[in-house]
Nanobody, 127 residues
Framework: HVQLVESGGGSVQAGGSLGLACQVS????????IAWFRQAPGLEREGVAS??????????YYNDSMKDQCIISQDRAKTTVYLKMKSLKPEDTAMYYC???????????????????WGQGTQVTVS
C-alpha cells in the first residue's frame, strides 16, 4: 500500500520560488509514476508534472503551461519526489497533491484518473 506525504507548502510573494517534497513509502511497483497535481477552489484538479521510473530509466512529463516554471525530480533512494517552482503568480495558489500509480503506458500521465494513491496535499499561497 503506497503512502504519500507532501510537505513544503506555504505563503510566498509573487515572483518567488517554492519547493515541495513528497515522501513515498510502501511502493513495490517495479515501474511507476509519481506526479504532482494542484487544485484551486472551484477548479478541477490539474496535472503539473510527473516522473516515471522504469528500471534505471526515468521519464519526465510536464503540463505545457508549467514546464518553464517547475522542475520535478526524485532523490537517489527514490523515496522522495520534489517539485521546484519559480516565478510564482497568484494564479498558482492551490492545494498541491502528489499521486502515485503503477506504470502502464505513456498515456494520460497528467490525468488524475490515472493515479490510485494520493497524499493529503499541501497548500501553496502566492500573493
Amino acid at each position: 500500500h503506497v503512502q504519500l506525504v507532501e510537505s513544503g507548502g506555504g505563503s510566498v510573494q509573487a515572483g518567488g520560488s517554492l519547493g515541495l517534497a513528497c515522501q513515498v513509502s510502501g511502493n513495490t511497483f517495479p515501474s511507476y509514476c509519481i506526479a504532482w497535481f494542484r487544485q484551486a477552489p472551484g477548479l478541477e484538479r490539474e496535472g503539473v508534472a510527473s516522473i516515471c521510473t522504469r528500471g534505471t530509466v526515468q521519464e519526465y512529463y510536464y503540463n505545457d503551461s508549467m514546464k518553464d516554471q517547475c522542475i520535478i525530480s526524485q532523490d537517489r533512494a527514490k523515496t522522495t519526489v520534489y517539485l521546484k517552482m519559480k516565478s510564482l503568480k497568484p494564479e498558482d495558489t492551490a492545494m498541491y497533491y502528489c499521486a502515485a500509480s503503477r506504470y502502464y503506458s505513456m498515456r494520460n500521465l497528467l490525468q488524475a484518473r490515472t493515479y490510485t494513491y494520493w497524499g493529503q496535499g499541501t497548500q501553496v499561497t502566492v500573493s
